[in-house]
């Protein structure tokens, strides 16, 4: 099993950015999906961004020009750059994780176990 901590999160203005970064500890050998979600008060977990253990991605419509993936193998290390960020992306937003073998990443909650805490994420304008 692997712990995930996220990290990163803050207040910007409006059109500002921020990266967020999720290290994963403990046994991560293996083949592990990981995802970053974000939350709003009195919504759902929404999948933003995927990433397969060979690297391809999936990035939602929503902000696919805004939010990219990418990690640190190195350093099992996952992150999210946040480019011109809107006060409508404010949210707490996860990093999550998934042992498993799809054919393609899953942007989806109910598909991943291991969470972390979250990492608060407040624009304003």
């Known amino acids: 099993q692997i712990l995930l901590e996220e990290s990163g999160g803050g207040s910007v203005q409006a059109g500002g950015s921020l990266r967020l970064a999720c290290v994963a500890s403990?046994?991560?050998?293996?083949?592990?999906?990981y995802a970053w979600f974000r939350q709003q008060p009195g919504n759902e977990r929404e999948g933003v961004a995927a990433?397969?253990?060979?690297?391809?991605?999936a990035v939602a419509d929503s902000v696919k020009d805004r939010f990219t993936i990418f990690k640190d193998t190195t350093q099992n290390t996952l992150y999210l750059q946040l480019n011109d960020l809107q006060p409508e992306y404010t949210a707490l937003y996860f990093c999550?994780?998934?042992?498993?073998?799809?054919?393609?990443?899953?942007?989806?909650?109910?598909?991943?176990?291991?969470w972390g805490q979250g990492t608060q994420v407040t624009v304003s304008s």
């Open positions: 990433m397969a253990p060979d690297g391809t991605t």
């Open positions: 999550a994780s998934a042992l498993a073998w799809w054919l393609r990443p899953k942007l989806s909650a109910s598909d991943y176990r291991l």
């Open positions: 403990g046994y991560t050998t293996g083949h592990y999906y």
